[in-house]
């Protein structure tokens, strides 16, 4: 059974940083392909960034140069620094793993990150 525990939301002034972390459990983690998505209530799901298992990144071009995205197989987590955030970045954060061959695509229960002085 796949798991993932997110971690590191929280509220945050505009300008600051965060990092989230995302640890999983019940997969291979280093086959695995990771991402970071957000979501606002009444908005569709959104893609933050992901970090496929060979380490190639992919951004969402409104994070871009704001965000890293980063994965630590041997400790099976997977991390988000966010930098020079701004009141919109505020969302619930979901972790996600996939993989195609064997047939998982499974989210975590999300970590509120609120922006705001």
């Known amino acids: 059974q796949v798991q993932l525990v997110e971690s590191g939301g929280g509220l945050v002034q505009p300008g600051g940083s965060l990092r989230l972390s995302c640890a999983a459990s019940?997969?291979?983690?280093?086959?695995?392909?990771m991402g970071w998505f957000r979501q606002v209530q009444g908005n569709e799901r959104e893609l933050v960034a992901r970090?496929?298992?060979?380490?190639?990144?992919d951004y969402a071009d409104s994070m871009k140069g704001r965000v890293t995205i980063s994965r630590d197989n041997a400790k099976n987590t997977v991390y988000l620094e966010m930098s020079s955030v701004k009141p919109e970045d505020t969302a619930v954060y979901y972790c996600?793993?996939?993989?195609?061959?064997?047939?998982?695509?499974?989210w975590g229960q999300g970590t509120q990150v609120t922006v705001s002085s």
């Open positions: 019940g997969i291979i983690f280093r086959i695995a392909d």
């Open positions: 996600n793993a996939r993989n195609g061959m064997l047939g998982y695509n499974s």
């Open positions: 970090i496929s298992s060979s380490g190639r990144t």
